[in-house]
């Protein structure tokens, strides 16, 4: 069996094994995080929306992510007095990332988040935490011009403070199908998910398994050091009473920037509103700064 088989077999074995897993089989938690924001893995191309691709053998690449929402990102209301107040109104993350590609096929990749400032107002005391680790592993399963279609597996550890709303307490996974590629001067990405995550209920506030997606397309200009496009990300949860693309339980972002290129370095600019009222969600800011080198190609077998 060839060790690109090899390779599919136990990735898609991976990723369709998730697929039918529980959220009860991850545990159970009493908190979750309120951050629906996501960056994608180091070498991908737009800011929330995910590359099928795996370029290159023992290819490192790093980033770093800063991301800005303010909103009242969550809220109470006195049901006698009728009253709305703002429990956490902005947020500033960074996340830092690494991967490593391996055969052209496989990537694997760590992402560290870190709430690096929260406003939050009483009774909710919100500050400086680590959110939830995440490990994440693509399978850049076919490729044909211009089309690449691609598998991956999201698994984030329960790292981050439930207190802090930075973690949800227990694992949740994120198994994904992915087509991207290039035409020309035109780049475009997508993808589709289903999020497997606990369930948490508290008023009108809802989280749980949900139905994950991100569409993306661009042009790259000036031999490739300019890019510029739009991004549509979010998702919806699914089940116990919640309709799919409910305002308060689906959060759906939109995202326009632009990236400058120069040699292995990638630095970029993008913003956007929030189109749904769910918590967490909110008009955003993101800078990043990303080193991509080369990818270095596996050298063929003596004859």
Not at 136 to 152: K, N
Not at 256 to 280: C, D, H, N, Q, V
Not at 292 to 298: D, G, L
């Amino acid at each position: 069996m060839s060790k690109h088989l090899q390779f599919g077999l136990i990735a898609t074995s991976t990723l369709l094994c998730t697929l039918v897993a529980t959220p009860d089989a991850l545990g159970q938690a009493s908190g979750f995080t309120i951050q629906p924001f996501e960056p994608p893995l180091a070498p991908d191309r737009f800011f929330a929306t995910p590359d099928a691709t795996a370029k290159g053998h023992l290819t490192p690449a790093a980033q770093l992510v800063g991301h800005w929402a303010y909103k009242p990102l969550l809220t109470r209301t006195n049901e006698r007095t009728g009253d709305t107040v703002e429990l956490l109104s902005s947020q500033f993350y960074v996340f830092l990332g690494g991967s490593l590609s391996l055969e052209d096929l496989v990537l694997v990749a760590v992402d560290i988040p870190i709430a690096v400032a929260q406003s939050s107002h009483d009774p909710l005391d919100a500050g400086t935490a680590f959110g939830d680790v995440r490990l994440s592993g693509r399978f850049a399963a076919y490729h044909f011009e211009p089309v690449d279609l691609g598998l991956q597996l999201d698994f984030w550890l329960p790292t981050g403070s439930e207190d802090n709303l930075t973690g949800d307490g227990a694992p949740r996974m994120l198994p994904q199908a992915i087509a991207s590629g290039r035409v020309d001067a035109f780049i475009y990405s997508g993808s589709l998910g289903y999020l497997i995550r606990d369930r948490e209920e508290s008023a009108s506030l809802k989280v749980g398994p949900a139905f994950a997606f991100s569409l993306a397309a661009g042009v790259l200009l000036l031999d490739d050091m300019l890019q510029a496009g739009g991004e549509l990300t979010g998702s919806s949860v699914l089940g116990s009473g919640a309709s799919l693309f409910d305002d308060l339980t689906s959060p759906i972002s939109a995202l326009i920037g632009g990236k400058f290129r120069y040699e292995e370095w990638a630095f970029g600019l993008a913003g956007g509103p929030s189109l749904t009222e769910a918590p967490g969600n909110a008009p955003r800011i993101l800078l990043s700064a990303a080193y991509v080198p080369q990818a270095k190609r596996t050298e063929p077998a003596s004859p």
